[in-house]
T-cell receptor
Framework: GNSVTQMEGPVTLSEEAFLTINCTYT??????LFWYVQYPGEGLQLLLK?????DKGSNKGFEATYRKETTSFHLEKGSVQVSDSAVYFC????????????FGAGTTVTVRA | DAGVIQSPRHEVTEMGQEVTLRCKPI?????LFWYRQTMMRGLELLIY????????DSGMPEDRFSAKMPNASFSTLKIQPSEPRDSAVYFC??????????????FGPGTRLLVL
């Protein structure tokens, strides 16, 4: 079956620090990969996505590259801000699971001023 | 676009009472999903609909939970009777189509349910 494993948190950083959240996946088919973000008290929002190998998704300074050879989709940002404090979820969907999203456990990121 | 709308945003009820959560998907979206989020279990997919038809309800925890989608613009998730272990945040999400697997799911703000 499908599964997503992401780096356990919580992660605490200072402003302008570099952020990496690791994500690896197991899928029966050829999945699409997503990063969702959940700000305090809100629902999840799509941050970025990639639908085929070597694609790079990017948004708001965040990037993630679909690596089929290592089954990974690590999230990175070069210089975080306090407003990036949130919970980040890695997710995948594929035909083998009727395109249902499979989520990782989420990583809580806190950025201090 | 108003996004996915959920009501109520907060619900406090007593054990044994019926709880009904409501969702209005984004206009034009034909897939709708109900999720539950807890600290212990994370995000769980409860049920999803495509073109108002329930496709997979394998995530529904037990018979106390039921979901309906009478038309393309409205869905309900009902818990009867409610129990303290049902306390969670319930999210509704919608997307434009299931085919291809590339479609983004758009989440509502959630309903925070507390069962005393």
């Amino acid at each position: 079956g499908n599964s997503v494993t992401q780096m356990e948190g919580p992660v605490t950083l200072s402003e302008e620090a570099f952020l990496t959240i690791n994500c690896t996946y197991t899928a029966t088919g050829y999945p699409s990969l997503f990063w969702y973000v959940q700000y305090p008290g809100e629902g999840l929002q799509l941050l970025l996505k990639a639908t085929k190998a070597d694609d790079k998704g990017s948004n708001k300074g965040f990037e993630a590259t679909y690596r089929k050879e290592t089954t990974s989709f690590h999230l990175e940002k070069g210089s975080v801000q306090v407003s990036d404090s949130a919970v980040y979820f890695c997710a995948l969907s594929d035909r083998g699971n009727d395109y249902k999203l499979s989520f990782g456990a989420g990583t809580t990121v806190t950025v201090r001023a | 676009d108003a996004g996915v709308i959920q009501s109520p945003r907060h619900e406090v009820t007593e054990m044994g009472q019926e709880v009904t959560l409501r969702c209005k998907p984004i206009s034009g979206h034909n897939s709708l999903f109900w999720y539950r989020q807890t600290m212990m279990r994370g995000l769980e997919l409860l049920i999803y609909f495509n073109n108002n038809v329930p496709i997979d309800d394998s995530g529904m925890p037990e018979d106390r939970f039921s979901a309906k989608m009478p038309n393309a613009s409205f869905s309900t998730l009902k818990i009867q009777p409610s129990e303290p272990r049902d306390s969670a945040v319930y999210f509704c999400a919608s997307s434009s189509d299931l085919s291809g697997g590339q479609e983004t799911q758009y989440f509502g703000p959630g309903t925070r349910l507390l069962v005393l």
